[in-house]
């Protein structure tokens, strides 16, 4: 069965290094994957879209990569601030599944002055 | 300009009732998700309307039913509700049509509690 593995262990990182969380996949070929961020009692608020056929995509501090080959992205936050402490989490969809998302369960981060 | 709509914010239910959650898109925005989240599965999806027409429909039972108006505002049903319905209903607009992808932006939800 199609599975996404996300760290379940937070994250937690000093004020200004660079955070990397991890999206592991099996069972799927996505045609697209996107980046999510989650505030407690919030809904998930949209922070990045990489297609299968890109390798890398940028905006301000953060980066994704997506290796179709490996079955993974993995997501930075450079320069890391307190403000960056959230859940983050990733999500796939293929041309099977039409237009839904496919949720990992999301990494904490936690960014510690 | 405004973003996700979601009503009401709050709702506790007895068992065995039926309930309704609205949710109004991002104006301009023709796609309309529907997500349950909980502690223990996550996001999980639950349908997607696109001008007034269900496209995809995720692995939840007849209970949970929804649609999508002219106005593209959306609504989602639970008849005979149980206690493990209780979770974060979310609904998420696009600009998804026909063949292009776009990230959703996601309403603040509504919080359901049945006891």
């Known amino acids: 069965s199609q599975k996404i593995e996300q760290n379940s262990e937070a994250l937690n990182i000093q004020e200004g290094k660079t955070a990397t969380l991890t999206c592991n996949y099996t069972?799927?070929?996505?045609?697209?994957l996107q980046w999510y961020r989650q505030d407690p009692g919030r809904g998930p608020v949209f922070l990045l879209l990489?297609?299968?056929?890109?390798k890398e995509k940028r905006k301000e501090r953060l980066k994704v990569t997506f290796d179709t080959t490996l079955k993974q992205s993995l997501f930075h936050i450079t320069a890391s601030q307190p403000a960056d402490s959230a859940t983050y989490l990733c999500?796939?969809?293929?041309?099977?599944?039409?237009?839904?998302?496919?949720f990992g369960k999301g990494t904490s981060l936690l960014v510690t002055p | 300009k405004a973003g996700v709509t979601q009503t009401p914010r709050y709702l506790i239910k007895t068992r065995g009732q039926q309930v309704t959650l609205s949710c109004s898109p991002i104006?301009?925005?023709?796609?309309v998700s529907w997500y349950q989240q909980t502690p223990g599965q996550g996001l999980q999806f639950l349908f997607e309307y696109f001008s007034e027409t269900q496209r995809n429909k995720g692995n939840f039972p007849g209970r949970f039913s929804g649609r999508q108006f002219s106005n593209s505002r959306s609504e989602m049903n639970v008849s005979t509700l149980e206690l493990g319905d209780s979770a974060l209903y979310l609904c998420?607009?696009?600009?998804?049509?026909?063949?292009?992808?776009?990230?959703?932006?996601f309403g603040s939800g509504t919080r359901l509690t049945v006891v």
């Open positions: 069972n799927y070929s996505p045609a697209y």
């Open positions: 104006s301009g925005h023709r796609s």
């Open positions: 990489i297609r299968e056929n890109e």
């Open positions: 998420a607009s696009s600009l998804a049509g026909t063949g292009e992808i776009y990230g959703y932006t």
């Open positions: 999500a796939l969809a293929s041309p099977n599944s039409g237009y839904a998302l496919n």
